[in-house]
């Protein structure tokens, strides 16, 4: 193991928070610090609940609503079922992560003509099981759950998070891209996690991958401090 760290706290006082191992996998960086920035990877799926669970609040959607009502490509006989409560829980049948059953050839995201009409990718063949039967951990249900957030708000995606939870709960250290200045305070493992300081291809022709954080560049990065 790399590096690794911890918080205990109890009553809102923290008893020991501490760190041991290295910054980077790849070249010294130094150690890894308590507040030294990590990725949240789809731990980022919790903020976008929190989201979803904003705009039922708000009384914008319910749980029950069939998803079909807010993305028209879901109205057919196949996914008409499927509701936000479905896709929230793992529920929906869908396409499961790949490799979640351990397959040897897991099936690709996206295949012929990279991520273009992604939606109609991800509803490709029939469901696993039917919505609310089983439970499979699906990324690209919360892909669509930040589709349905972005549509209904009327805003980005990522502005609604910023302006709904991290901006009111003051998570000064919690981006989905960290500013140039604070690269040298970010955990990497390998060159992957190196790259991706790089300015990557233009993300508005990408699908919204961030909702599920399950792709690196599309996730939430923050400490263990003020923020997640």
Not at 48 to 60: N, P, Y
Not at 70 to 80: A, R
Not at 100 to 112: D, I, L, M, R
Not at 161 to 173: C, K, T, V, Y
């Amino acid at each position: 193991m790399q590096s690794a760290s911890y918080l205990i706290a109890r009553n809102g006082k923290i008893a020991a928070w501490k760190s041991m191992g290295k910054l980077g996998g790849t070249a010294d960086r130094g150690d890894l610090q308590p507040d030294s920035i990590r990725k949240l990877a789809s731990i980022t799926k919790t903020f976008t609940t929190v989201a979803l669970m904003k705009l039922v609040e708000d009384g914008k959607l319910y749980l029950d609503q069939p998803v079909c009502t807010i993305i028209e490509k879901l109205n057919n006989p196949t996914h008409q079922d499927i509701t936000l409560y479905h896709l929230l829980t793992h529920t929906s049948g869908i396409l499961p992560i790949g490799g979640y059953f351990n397959e040897p050839y897991p099936n690709p995201w996206w295949g012929t003509n990279g991520m273009e009409d992604w939606i109609r990718k991800v509803l490709q063949g029939p469901l696993y099981y039917r919505p609310g039967e089983a439970y499979n951990y699906s990324s690209a249900g919360f892909l669509l759950l930040g589709e349905i957030i972005q549509r209904v708000s009327g805003v980005p995606f990522e502005s609604f998070i910023i302006e709904n939870i991290i901006e009111p709960l003051q998570l000064e250290r919690t981006f989905f891209d960290v500013p140039e200045s604070l690269h040298g305070q970010v955990c990497v493992v390998d060159q992957w996690d190196v790259n991706l300081f790089k300015p990557q291809e233009d993300y508005a022709k990408l699908p919204l991958d961030r909702p599920a954080g399950f792709i690196q560049p599309y996730t939430i990065c923050g400490n263990s401090g003020r923020c997640s």
